[in-house]
């Protein structure tokens, strides 16, 4: 696939609706370039919410004309029948596309419309169809990225791989829903830890005892809300889970509260559904906890203290019974 040389070609069925917007690429926080969505009419930031701060395509083309934008944005919503099949990172420089997307777009079927993002290393895929729930999907260390969304803003850019009209989709994106959709969680099946051996540190022991630990430099930087060594935050916040879930001793509670005094803190840790998850997931991988860390080390130097003593007590009784011996050999 020629990536350097696609026309642009906007669906005529997206064209006919109020749904449209401008986008620009601005920093975030962090100092990363976000796309953010501008209302066309009054150009301040808009609402994928609110379809006030929407417009025709001709007026956001229009204005996008004037300059100071990167293109034009499009709203998906539940009533306008739509989907928005995003996949990140799955283009190469030579146009050579993923196994995973390959897969995914084979899955989908041809005729309807499909774009190249803003990056050019991306696709976005439009049709019509349903789905009981949007899907994010990004495993770390693959290039299985999708996303799948019925209530989002598109920052679209026309340069139309397949420059179709969307079609009904229907079966297709539930096929795609059904492969690809997370399940929640399923809590460890592990015994609680014996009341015996669990040591109840308070929040500020933990904390403590984290920062002096084998991740102690990793953990500072995590608390205090540095996640440049990350590719994204979302795994900067599991990251954070996993180390609290060994000095917590896997308690969900703890877990939770000390996050929250974390600077990793922002607007998507307060969605009850992503901190269960990250959370739950952190803790159905720990395999051991401190309590159980110090409770097994000390049954090791128990043995190891028992085994010397036998040991040690062996050979004072041999040596007892060598002198004895080489003693009785000397009477005459």
Known sequence: MDIKNIGVFYPKTLRDLPNWVLWKLEPNKDGRLTKVPYNPHYHYRASKTNPKDWSTFDTAEKELSKGGYNGLGFVFTPESGLLFLDLDHCVDDKGMITPFASTVLTILGKGTYIELSQSMHGLHAFGF??????????????????????????????????????????????????????????????????????????DTKIIDKASKGPDGELFRKLMSGDYSDYPSQSEADFKLCAILSFWADRDFDTIERIFYSSGLVRKKWNRLSYRKNTIQRAIDDNTECYSEFVARKNEEEKLFLKDFHSKYSESRKNRTQNKSAQSTKGDP
């Open 129 to 202: 169809g349903k789905i009981p729930a949007q899907i994010r999907l990004d495993e770390k260390g693959s290039d299985r990225r999708i996303e799948l969304y019925n209530n989002q803003f598109c920052a679209m850019t026309g340069r139309a791989i397949c420059p179709y009209e969307p079609i009904d989709k229907s079966s297709e994106f539930m096929d795609i829903y059904n492969r690809y959709k997370k399940t929640e969680s399923k809590r460890t099946s592990r015994a609680p830890i014996p009341p015996e051996i669990k040591l109840n540190l308070s």
